[in-house]
């Protein structure tokens, strides 16, 4: 690839800002024969948090990188607030970047100072003295370790370290951040309140952030958008409710939480209806509402149903099994606070339903499970042919 000189970074001015802080243009990148990114576009405002969520190798940490400047691109163009980063001919250096980016790995520096840490990248801008300390102290006190500066990494817990990291990444004023899986290695208590605390300086600092995760529930909690990578490409871009709750394909509905999937074909439609008849189950047929229902008859899919979605009654029996209502027994229900997850097995089919916590049901109720025809998501066969 023919490099150009790439020019010294400069402040990012409100003047000189287009809305978009990153826009990236068919974006691929090649190790040889694979693939790991595949024409990927993407467009991130000024200000957003967008999450790019995905299974590991499906190229979100490889597209973050990128971004970064440490990777190059075998084709494609990056530009972060409208300046070009990458093409096929530029590659401007990380160091030249107007960004920051906080590592799976805290990287402290053992034998510096939490104050040293944090102000490493403050000095290397040339900030000293009074504005040097006010930065630092303003930074540590966001993150709620102001009273540990004088200590050294390894006097400090996984958590405090992670906390340093984001906040060494904050003290330079990046226009965007970059988080590549920061809490991967933290247990799931520190993991809640440093995720809240991430958010709460993506506001506070006034930043643009770029979140990769592979956690679903650290995605839909924390950005406006999530953007779900599958083999180096977009699966779908929404905010978190649609993503959940209107998802696109049976990838995104399987990855974003747990479904009920059942194979159907359209046998009616009505005004405003549509009913599908269950392949696993002859002669039965469920009923459909909203702007999503499928039209066209014959049209194959999957009827998928969320476990919280269903409406439960203990002790229901046959004269009960209507349409969209299944009757069966609890073969397993599993008490894990909030919620109680459960198995219902129907004879045709085993339904993975959730209740409230304060339910009282257990395994061996007969009970019946019923679904509002709007809540069922429909999902149209997917194509055989690779991607």
């Known amino acids: 690839m023919e490099s150009r000189v790439a020019p010294p970074a400069r402040p990012v001015s409100e003047s000189t800002v287009e809305s978009a802080a990153l826009r990236a243009e068919d974006v691929t990148i090649r190790y040889g024969d694979v693939t790991a990114v595949d024409r990927l576009s993407l467009t991130v405002g000024r200000g957003e948090f967008t999450a790019l969520l995905g299974p590991s190798g499906c190229g979100k940490t490889t597209f973050l990188?990128?971004?970064a400047g440490l990777n190059q691109l075998s084709a494609g163009s990056i530009a972060i607030a409208g300046r070009p980063m990458a093409d096929g001919r530029l590659h401007v250096p990380p160091e030249r970047r107007p960004?920051?980016?906080?590592?799976q790995s805290y990287a402290i520096w053992p034998h510096l100072s939490v104050r040293a840490n944090v102000g490493y990248g403050v000095r290397g801008q040339g900030i000293r003295g009074r504005e040097l300390k006010d930065r630092v102290d303003e930074t540590l006190a966001a993150v709620g370790l102001l009273h540990y500066a004088d200590r050294y990494g390894t006097e400090l817990s996984g958590g405090q370290q992670q906390r340093v990291a984001v906040a060494r990444a904050l003290a330079t004023r990046p226009f965007l951040m970059l988080y590549d899986e920061p809490l991967s290695n933290l247990d799931a208590g520190l993991r809640e309140q440093v995720r809240e605390q991430i958010v709460d300086l993506?506001?506070?600092?006034?930043?643009t952030t770029i979140y990769v995760t592979h956690d679903q529930?650290?995605?839909l909690s924390m950005a406006d958008r999530v953007v779900l990578m599958n083999a180096g490409r977009i699966e779908q871009e929404s905010d978190p409710r649609s993503l959940y709750h209107r998802p696109e394909s049976e990838f995104a509905a399987r990855f974003v939480g747990q479904i009920n999937a059942l194979p159907a074909t359209v046998a009616e439609v009505g005004e405003d209806f549509t009913d599908v008849a269950l392949l696993d189950q002859p002669g039965r047929t469920l009923r459909l509402r909203g702007s999503r229902r499928p039209r066209t008859p014959g049209a194959a899919g999957q009827a998928v149903v969320r476990p919280e979605y269903f409406e439960v009654t203990t002790g229901g029996d046959a004269s009960d099994d209507t349409r969209n209502v299944f009757v069966g027994e609890v073969t397993r229900a599993a008490f894990i606070g909030s919620r109680i997850q459960c198995v219902v097995a129907t004879g045709a089919v085993d339904l993975a339903v959730e209740v409230s916590g304060v339910r009282e049901i257990r395994q061996g109720d007969r009970v019946s499970?019923?679904?509002?025809?709007?809540?069922?998501i429909w999902i149209d066969e997917q194509p055989s042919e690779e991607r």
């Open 65 to 67: 990188r990128a971004i």
């Open 99 to 103: 960004l920051n980016m906080v590592f």
């Open 202 to 207: 993506h506001h506070r600092f006034d930043t």
């Open 217 to 219: 529930a650290e995605a």
């Open 369 to 376: 499970v019923r679904v509002d025809p709007a809540r069922i």
